[in-house]
């Protein structure tokens, strides 16, 4: 991903750029007080909360980034306007009109993430039933690039998520022709081995590459499904994403969606 920020929390030019014509018009205050957090003071502290794991009311006031609740309220506002999902769909074209989307496969994975709290989506280990968990499943292109994230309990099976996975990958459109958002070949491992799937895949023109139950190791798609894993080691590299403390599980895909778009835009900065 190449050297890391010092500061990765402060917002650049580049970044802000795409985001700003995303957020939602603030409505007119109602009673008088405090002027409002600037909108990129603000996404400053919640990139803060989401590189560092900080608790919202430990966020240093000295940052000038506001108090962690105004950030929380953002963060919350933002999400549920859609922007996380606008603002990957933008940097997903900025890739396709560059020719960096590798469509020709898509690799699929998950990894299961402890939950501080329970909460929807957060339901009992499968390895220890006594605690609660959640699950981050990942579809990225051919090189790794996340196409599209989704939180659920930690008990749900991962083949369950194969096909909201798909449907959730955006209409990417190029400079000619129409909008692409089905890979040619799908890549996974033996927890997507079902042959109502494999079915439901060729059904929809994609080519199910997936290991086989039974079979001895080594089926030889490590080599490309290597990209998921080290997407998924890319988003735990925030730490706010390592456990779940959100009880609300908005607030907890809010972060996935940010983390996908940070994830999406570094990966601009060096592919183009």
């Not at 890739?95 to 960096?100: E, T, V």
């Not at 079979?215 to 490309?224: A, D, N, T």
């Not at 959100?246 to 900065?269: K, M, N, P, V």
Request: include cysteine.
């Amino acid at each position: 991903m190449g050297k890391r920020q010092s500061r990765p929390w402060i917002v650049s030019d580049e970044l802000w750029s795409p985001i700003e014509p995303l957020l939602p018009e603030p409505g007119p205050k109602l009673v008088e007080g405090r002027p409002r957090v600037p909108d990129r003071q603000a996404l400053c502290g919640i990139l803060f909360v989401l590189h560092t794991g900080t608790q919202w009311e430990y966020l240093p006031q000295e940052l000038g980034f506001g108090s962690g609740m105004t950030c929380w309220r953002r963060l919350a506002a933002w999400n549920e306007a859609g922007v996380w999902d606008e603002l990957h769909l933008v940097l997903l074209k900025k890739l396709r009109a560059a020719g960096k989307l590798d469509w020709s496969r898509a690799v699929i994975d998950s990894s299961h993430v402890r939950a501080a709290r329970r909460g929807p989506k957060a339901a009992p280990s499968p390895v220890d039933r006594a605690r609660p968990g959640s699950k981050h499943h990942v579809l990225t292109d051919g090189q790794g690039i996340p196409l599209a994230v989704s939180l659920t309990g930690g008990n749900r099976n991962d083949v369950t998520q194969l096909l909201p996975l798909l449907d959730k990958v955006p209409a990417v459109a190029d400079v000619v022709g129409r909008p692409r958002h089905r890979p040619d070949a799908l890549l996974a491992d033996r927890g997507y081995d079902h042959d109502k799937y494999r079915r439901l895949l060729w059904a929809r023109g994609i080519r199910p590459v997936i290991a086989e139950r039974g079979q001895p190791h080594g089926s030889g798609l490590g080599i490309f499904r290597y990209v998921v894993e080290r997407t998924i080691a890319w988003l735990h590299g925030f730490r706010r994403l390592r456990i779940r403390w959100e009880r609300r599980d908005d607030i907890h895909e809010a972060f996935l969606g940010l983390a996908t778009c940070l994830i999406t835009h570094r990966r601009i900065q060096r592919l183009c």
